[in-house]
């Protein structure tokens, strides 16, 4: 019998957290986009200021190939606002399974946590992003009840246009 345990991450799981992002990225074909780094990592999942986000982590066992154990996805999320609801939502950034634990219910299980955290919270909204090519996980998340609102554009300034436009 399969066991799926879900635990929030601590500091010493960042290496693990890094891998996570990096084998997401290379699923996405982003991977030149990484720049993460462990202490970048740790400073904003762990620093002692202030906790960007939070993450918890897949562990998968059962009786036959994984008789420990084993870390097998996570999920990277934080707190956004509504300002039309007045409360907080929960904003997911990143899920990733591990392509030999997919199938199993690991991606339900942290998105069913997740959900159950923005309860929990009193989050009026629970919402990710999904590259549009993705059509497995599209189809995935619409099954769960998931609802694409393809009415809103995602706008993003980053890199030099950030650095520009924070110096007007």
Same mark, same amino acid.
Request: proline residues 5%; contains cysteine; hydrophobic residues 45%.
């Given at each position: 019998m ?14 693990l ?10 699923y996405?074909r ?8 462990e202490?970048?990592l740790?400073?904003?999942?762990f ?11 897949a ?11 084993v ?6 999320f934080?707190?956004n ?6 409360r907080?939502?929960?904003y ?6 591990k392509?030999?634990?997919?199938g199993?219910g690991?991606? !339900?299980?942290?998105?069913?946590q997740? %959900?159950t955290l923005?309860? +929990?919270?009193?989050?009026g =909204?629970? @919402?990710?992003?999904? *590259?549009?090519?993705?059509e497995?996980?599209? !189809? ?5 009840g %998931?609802?694409?609102?393809? +009415?809103?554009?995602?706008? =993003?300034? @980053?890199?030099k246009? *950030?650095?520009?436009?924070?110096a007007?």
């Amino acid at each position: 019998m399969a066991i799926i345990d879900i635990q929030p991450a601590t500091p010493k799981d960042v290496p693990l957290i890094l891998d996570f992002i990096k084998s997401l990225a290379e699923y996405e074909r982003l991977s030149h986009q990484v720049v993460a780094t462990e202490e970048i990592l740790h400073q904003s999942l762990f620093g002692a200021e202030r906790r960007y986000a939070e993450v918890i982590i897949a562990y998968y066992q059962d009786d036959d190939k994984y008789k420990e154990k084993v870390p097998a996805g996570f999920a990277l999320f934080f707190h956004n606002f509504s300002t039309f609801l007045g409360r907080p939502g929960l904003y997911l950034e990143d899920l990733f399974v591990k392509p030999e634990f997919r199938g199993t219910g690991i991606g !339900k299980r942290l998105l069913i946590q997740l %959900a159950t955290l923005a309860k +929990e919270r009193q989050c009026g =909204r629970y @919402e990710w992003v999904v *590259l549009d090519w993705n059509e497995p996980s599209r !189809k995935f998340y619409e099954a769960l009840g %998931a609802e694409p609102h393809a +009415e809103w554009i995602i706008h =993003r300034v @980053e890199g030099k246009s *950030l650095d520009a436009l924070a110096a007007m």
